[in-house]
């Protein structure tokens, strides 16, 4: 019995040991295939690395402002009487837009129109008497006395009238009125904002070390978020004579002619202070570009040289420059005639094989324009 168990378990050993054999030499032929193979390629997108000129410009960010805006506001107290305008009216200079109550200045001015007339009579008979010699020269500097002062009362009660009755200093687009009828305003209360967004200011900052390369007249380009396809192009009109001692950044200010109406004051832009000249530049898409600590650098496809294989991607340090859109420049690393890998170097490492293939991918701009949702 024991001998029979035995020889079950020798043949079992035996099985096992032939199995285990075959799998070995399996493994071994698998991975001399493999070895002589070589490793997969990597499915990548390409590109051609790019030459061109580039503007050269001063970058910053601005705000518009209108050059004539004000918030209306009322110099002195009193019941409104009549709101003459629409919110979001356009008015012409001097135009009336609200009335306060007058009606006791009225009865004022009234009497006061009353005692200039008497003060008028009472001089005209003074000067006549003292014509004659029948009255002092004090008796006639007191009757023109108070002809002037009567006078005096009389504008002075003209000119409250006058500031009850609110005006446009200027034309342009009135805002949301704050005020309503029968409201009883303080001096200094809000009453509309008016703003004439025909032509706007914009303002921005750069650092002092750009000053050199500023001068009047120079084309400023802005772009707002609202009109994302748009380019608005003004004329830089006054720079800041004096440098902010907290940024050391110095103000420019810049003309932007507005004649629909598509920026508004307070509108943040984008701001691009063109210079005259133009300098070439070697760029390159910036999903191109691997950053680590020890450097940027980009893959360049190198042909295998037998016509057939895939070419191989060999990692260049560079040095990389100014940034524009979906680029950016490549200022050392790179002659401008290579042919790079343009999106899926992150899967590479040097020397690697490559399959090409632009599925999926989007054309780099210099001045992208993503669809809004």
Known sequence: MKKRIALAVLALLLIFGVLAGIKFLQIQAMMEAGAQAGPQPVTVSDGDVRTGQWQQEIRSVGSFRAIEGTTLRSETQGVVREILFAPGEVVKEDAVLVRLDTEVQEAQLQAALAGRKLAQSNLKRTRQLHENNNVSDAE????????????????????????????????????????????????????????????????????????????????????????????????????????????????????????????????????????????????????????????????????????????????????????????????????????????????????DPVRLSDRGTLEPELSPSPPER
């Open 140 to 351: 006639l500097d007191a009757a023109m006395a108070s002809f002037d002062e009567a006078t005096a009362q009389v504008a002075n009660l003209k000119a409250v009238i006058a500031k009850r009755t609110i005006r446009a200093p200027f034309a342009g687009r009135l805002g949301i009125r704050r005020i309503s009828v029968g409201q009883f305003i303080s001096p200094g209360q809000e009453i509309v904002s008016l703003q004439d967004t025909r032509r706007l200011y914009l303002e921005f900052d750069v650092p002092q070390n750009q000053l050199n390369r500023i001068s009047g007249g120079m084309t400023v380009e802005a772009r707002v978020d609202t009109f994302p396809d748009r380019v608005f192009t003004g004329t830089l009109s006054a720079v800041e004579p004096e440098v902010s001692r907290l940024t050391r950044s110095v103000t420019l200010q810049a003309v932007f002619e507005n004649p629909e109406e598509a920026l508004r004051p307070g509108m943040f832009a984008e701001v691009s202070a063109l210079l005259p000249r133009k300098r070439p530049v070697v760029y390159v898409p910036q999903s191109a570009i691997l950053n680590a600590t020890y450097g940027d650098t980009v893959f360049v496809l190198e042909d295998p040289g037998d016509g057939e294989g895939f070419p191989v991607a060999r990692q260049n340090v560079v040095r990389l420059g100014e940034a524009r859109g979906d680029f950016i420049e490549i200022t050392r690393g790179l002659e401008g005639n290579e042919k790079i890998v343009s999106a899926g170097a992150f899967k590479l490492k040097d020397g």
